[in-house]
T-cell receptor, first 113, second 114 residues
Framework: QKEVEQDPGPLSVPEGAIVSLNCTYS??????FMWYRQYSRKGPELLMY????GNKEDGRFTAQVDKSSKYISLFIRDSQPSDSATYLC?????????????FGTGTQLKVEL | GAVVSQHPSWVICKSGTSVKIECRSL??????MFWYRQFPKQSLMLMAT?????????EQGVEKDKFLINHASLTLSTLTVTSAHPEDSSFYIC??????????FGPGTRLLVL
């Protein structure tokens, strides 16, 4: 079993839809949760990060963490074609000796006109 | 803020040659940088953790003599792929860790070994 599970998609939605992207994890010691967006042939871009359970909102993006269920989500409201990319969840233990990230496989999202 | 650059963005080389990739944090200091490789349609695989002024820590299965890492300053880490072979062709991405322990990624370097 992988430490972090993420549906690779592809996920295709119409413009303006609400998108829900999810990851589950098995290591309850993970403390720090991130979502990255990666366009084709580019490096990942940090979208959101959070330490605690609950919701965190930033513009059209909402990150949700449920530590009791070991489940994290990223919601995108009013999705745009420019949101078409691969979305990677990542998490870490905050060991203090270098914040090693464990990534999901990424979900490919396509927002169509 | 939090910009990380990589150079070169792409490189083609002959089998048996060595290739150096630079990773720079442009507007912050990073005591820790990370090197990843990514194959098409796959996630990032951590290769090594690079700490300024000390030896890099390699992940299991990554040959330290083949992938030489040097982190000589708080803003620069280099990865040298020695005696590159076609199977080393991949997308290499670095990240730099900020004081807040957030990783910011470079744009990646695409390596093609002929």
């Amino acid at each position: 079993q992988k430490e972090v599970e993420q549906d690779p998609g592809p996920l295709s939605v119409p413009e303006g839809a609400i998108v829900s992207l999810n990851c589950t994890y098995s290591n309850s010691a993970f403390q720090y949760f991130m979502w990255y967006r990666q366009y084709s042939r580019k490096g990942p871009e940090l979208l959101m990060y959070t330490y605690s359970s609950g919701n965190k909102e930033d513009g059209r993006f909402t990150a949700q963490v449920d530590k009791s269920s070991k489940y994290i989500s990223l919601f995108i409201r009013d999705s745009q074609p420019s949101d078409s990319a691969t979305y990677l969840c990542a998490m870490s233990l905050l060991t203090g000796g270098g914040n090693k990230l464990t990534f999901g496989t990424g979900t490919q999202l396509k927002v169509e006109l | 803020g939090a910009v990380v650059s990589q150079h070169p963005s792409w490189v083609i080389c002959k089998s048996g040659t060595s290739v150096k990739i630079e990773c720079r944090s442009l507007d912050f200091q990073a005591t820790t940088m990370f090197w990843y490789r990514q194959f098409p349609k796959q996630s990032l695989m951590l290769m090594a953790t690079s700490n300024e002024g000390s030896k890099a820590t390699y992940e299991q299965g990554v040959e330290k003599d083949k992938f030489l890492i040097n982190h000589a300053s708080l803003t620069l880490s280099t990865l040298t792929v020695t005696s590159a072979h076609p199977e080393d062709s991949s997308f290499y991405i670095c990240s730099a860790q900020s004081e807040e322990e957030t990783q910011y990624f470079g744009p990646g370097t695409r390596l093609l070994v002929l």
